[in-house]
T-cell receptor, first 116, second 111 residues
Framework: AQTVTQSQPEMSVQEAETVTLSCTYD???????LFWYKQPPSRQMILVIR??????QNATENRFSVNFQKAAKSFSLKISDSQLGDAAMYFC?????????????FGQGTRLTINP | DSGVTQTPKHLITATGQRVTLRCSPR?????VYWYQQSLDQGLQFLIQ???????AKGNILERFSAQQFPDLHSELNLSSLELGDSALYFC??????????FGPGTRLTVL
């Protein structure tokens, strides 16, 4: 079974600084999708960024970017110019498609604190 | 706002009871997914429906069932509730494989 590991239960960063959250996954597939979701105190799950495994170029969404290392099965999230509103739980998720079926497998999450 | 709606927001019930959670996907999304988030199990996939048909099943208990209706809304039915079923239940929807947009969740408390 596919597994997703987030080795940092908690991280903290100074406002305006850069922080990187780690994620590794285990799969034998070559085609899959990776996601980072943000869960603020409201508990809403918000899609931050996504990466298709067949794309070599790392995805970027404004201040959020990923470092996708397919051979190493690593998918880290970099947040630049951290803002107070970035404080949340961040979940890494993996998904593959089998005969039209898709499910997300989540890591345990990293709690990010922003220090003013 | 993701465009996915879930009702009710909160549900408090007793052990042994049955409840129904409702989800309306984003306009145009044919796939609906259900997830459970609990403190001990984390976020777990329960089931996926695509245009009314079941597509994938995860760690869904036999006491739980779901369906997707012709108007694409979905319901998750939880029966013979136990204390351990207390959790946040999310619905998500998508129209392509590189996205899943989540609703605000239903918080279920079983007393």
């Amino acid at each position: 079974a596919q597994t997703v590991t987030q080795s940092q239960p908690e991280m903290s960063v100074q406002e305006a600084e850069t922080v990187t959250l780690s994620c590794t996954y285990d799969t034998s597939e070559s085609d899959y999708y990776l996601f980072w979701y943000k869960q603020p105190p409201s508990r809403q799950m918000i899609l931050v960024i996504r990466q298709e495994a067949y794309k070599q170029q790392n995805a970027t969404e404004n201040r959020f970017s990923v470092n996708f290392q397919k051979a190493a099965k690593s998918f880290s999230l970099k947040i630049s110019d951290s803002q107070l509103g970035d404080a949340a739980m961040y979940f890494c998720a993996y998904s593959e498609i089998i005969q039209g079926a898709q499910k997300l497998v989540f890591g345990q999450g990293t709690r990010l604190t922003i220090n003013p | 706002d993701s465009g996915v709606t879930q009702t009710p927001k909160h549900l408090i019930t007793a052990t042994g009871q049955r409840v129904t959670l409702r989800c309306s996907p984003r306009s145009g999304d044919l796939s609906v997914y259900w997830y459970q988030q609990s403190l001990d199990q984390g976020l777990q996939f329960l089931i996926q429906y695509y245009n009314g048909e079941e597509r994938a099943k995860g760690n869904i208990l036999e006491r739980f069932s779901a369906q997707q209706f012709p108007d694409l809304h979905s319901e998750l039915n939880l029966s013979s509730l136990e204390l351990g079923d207390s959790a946040l239940y999310f619905c998500a929807s998508s129209r392509s494989y590189n996205e899943q947009f989540f609703g605000p969740g239903t918080r279920l408390t079983v007393l």
